[in-house]
């Protein structure tokens, strides 16, 4: 279990963004692969910024939902674990 605070938001958003770079990627690659179908794949509809708007909004929601969402999960850890510290240790 990881210790709640530190580096701990900073992994998560990380991870976050690496899987919406990695499906941007598969994205890429599959659009390049069909060649002229790439447009009608990517559903860009025309925004050059697409993928960037993607990354960034991917980074909003993991940052949301860590502020929004944080004591909401520590309650229900506390609950799943018969209560007592929510901390590793």
Do not use: K
């Not at 941007?24 to 009608?40: C, S």
């Not at 960037?52 to 850890?77: E, T």
């Amino acid at each position: 279990m990881v210790r709640r605070g530190g580096w701990l938001p900073f992994l998560v958003t990380c991870i976050c963004l690496a899987l919406s770079a990695t499906y941007e990627l598969i994205e890429w690659w599959t659009a390049v692969a069909t060649g002229e179908a790439a447009t009608a794949f990517l559903g860009t509809q025309g925004d050059p910024w697409d993928t960037q708007w993607d990354m960034f909004l991917a980074l909003v929601g993991a940052v949301a939902a860590q502020l929004l969402l944080a004591r909401l999960h520590d309650r229900q850890i506390r609950a799943a674990t018969g209560g007592g510290n929510d901390r590793a240790g």
